[in-house]
């Protein structure tokens, strides 16, 4: 997450410092530290499904964090480098972007119902922070897709469609 993204926007875009977005994401940490449900409880699975018990609230909050996670950021990186070496048309990494938020909102709700089932409360408020964060990197992706994608697309490449540069 926010490999490619971020430096666009301190670099190019500029509408905010590291510094502002480090205050930020400290504030909406604490706050949501604040707001997070007590932990220590730990939900009985009654489904034979992990899909169905991660959806309810009835894993732990690693079971249903870190296995996609992983999984996302790894397709995002590799979207972003087939996208930038000019090997996937710009249409292709907004399908790939699209199929992959479906994913996103049910990898969302699963964190959030399954907050209470961690030690610690900082874990909670960490993996819905980088929930939250999953949403901001989308949109940064659309804000670099639609204003400014001759930044992150190599539009000269002969391999591009080059009319979905602008």
Same mark, same amino acid.
């Given at each position: 997450?926010?490999?490619?993204?971020?430096?666009?926007?301190?670099?190019?875009?500029?509408? =905010?410092?590291?510094?502002?977005?480090?205050?930020?994401?400290?504030?909406?940490? =604490?706050?949501?530290?604040?707001?997070?449900?007590?932990?220590?409880?730990?939900?009985?699975?009654?489904? %034979?499904?992990?899909?169905?018990?991660?959806?309810?609230?009835?894993?732990?909050?690693?079971?249903?964090?870190?296995?996609?996670?992983?999984?996302?950021?790894?397709?995002?990186?590799?979207? %972003?480098?087939?996208?930038?070496?000019?090997?996937?048309? =710009?249409?292709?990494?907004?399908?790939?972007?699209?199929?992959?938020?479906?994913? =996103?909102?049910?990898?969302?709700?699963?964190?959030?119902?399954?907050?209470?089932?961690?030690?610690?409360?900082?874990?909670?408020?960490?993996?819905?922070?980088?929930?939250?964060?999953?949403?901001?990197?989308?949109?940064?992706?659309?804000?670099?897709?639609?204003?400014?994608?001759?930044?992150?697309?190599?539009?000269?490449?002969?391999?591009?469609?080059?009319?979905?540069?602008?």
């Amino acid at each position: 997450m926010f490999y490619f993204s971020l430096p666009i926007l301190f670099n190019d875009i500029q509408w =905010v410092s590291p510094l502002e977005c480090l205050l930020i994401t400290l504030g909406v940490l =604490v706050l949501l530290y604040l707001s997070a449900p007590q932990t220590g409880q730990h939900g009985q699975q009654t489904s %034979d499904s992990f899909l169905l018990s991660a959806w309810l609230g009835e894993l732990p909050l690693h079971w249903v964090f870190w296995p996609f996670f992983l999984f996302l950021n790894a397709s995002l990186l590799c979207a %972003d480098l087939l996208a930038k070496a000019g090997k996937i048309t =710009v249409s292709s990494w907004d399908e790939i972007h699209f199929a992959l938020l479906l994913t =996103v909102i049910w990898w969302t709700i699963g964190v959030w119902r399954c907050s209470a089932n961690t030690a610690h409360k900082i874990w909670a408020a960490l993996a819905r922070l980088t929930t939250l964060a999953v949403f901001l990197e989308y949109g940064l992706k659309l804000l670099i897709r639609i204003d400014y994608p001759r930044i992150f697309f190599n539009c000269e490449d002969i391999l591009l469609d080059y009319g979905s540069c602008f």
